[in-house]
Antibody
């Protein structure tokens, strides 16, 4: 069964850091690009960041550029999101999503269940 | 950034109805358009990619059409499990962007 499991969320103070992880199973992780998508409470979906299969290209939403870093470890079937200088507006449920291809111009097909991040003092 | 605008924002319908949701992109997105379903408290589920191709396991009651900047999602013979929020998403260029969502209510 194709599966993505996120972890690492929690309550953090503004300005602090948090690292999210996403562990994949049921498919050849290294063959696909991956993404993070978030959803603030009561709001819609917002794409956060994406990374090619080989980490050769990385992109970010303007709202997180310079603060968040996406990375992957293909040997561990894992995707990461390092979140620094967190703000209240980063409070959201963070989903990991699998791309249908290796690079760009492909839709997502599999989503994780999400990990919740709350930024508050 | 490419703006995605859905209409309507909410829609009331009955079991057995056929409904259509519209999504407009602020520029040509080369049919790199996906539709995603989300039920309350659940993770998103991908329904359609490339504007009209069904993801595996998605019933044929869901259909997508369109090209360039204007797209539609049609759901026929509504069942209780279809009442959810639907989002369109462009993946033509970064940053990928979603529409604001259409809440389909009974």
């Amino acid at each position: 069964e194709l599966q993505l499991v996120e972890s690492g969320g929690g309550l953090v103070q503004p300005g602090r850091s948090l690292r999210l992880s996403c562990t994949a199973s049921g498919f050849t992780f290294r063959d696909y690009a991956m993404h993070w998508v978030r959803q603030a409470p009561g709001r819609g979906l917002e794409w956060v960041s994406g990374i090619y299969w080989n980490s050769g290209n990385i992109a970010y939403a303007d709202s997180v550029k310079g603060r968040f870093t996406i990375s992957r470890d293909n040997a561990k079937n894992s995707l990461y999101l390092q979140m620094n200088s967190l703000r209240a507006e980063d409070t959201a449920l963070y989903y990991c999503a699998k791309d249908m291809g290796m690079a760009q111009d492909n839709a997502f097909d599999i989503w994780g269940q999400g990990t919740r991040v709350t930024v508050s003092s | 950034d490419i703006q995605m605008t859905q209409s309507p924002s909410s829609l009331s319908a009955s079991v057995g109805d056929r409904v259509t949701i519209t999504c407009r992109a602020s520029q040509d997105i080369n049919n790199f358009l996906a539709w995603v379903q989300q039920k309350p408290g659940k993770a998103p589920r991908s329904l359609i990619y490339a504007a009209s191709s069904l993801q595996p396991g998605v019933p044929s009651k869901f259909s997508g059409r369109g090209s360039g900047t204007d797209f539609t999602l049609t759901i026929s013979s509504l069942q209780p499990e279809d009442f959810a929020t639907y989002y369109c998403q462009q993946y033509d260029r970064y940053p990928y962007t979603f529409g604001q969502g259409t809440k389909l209510e009974i």
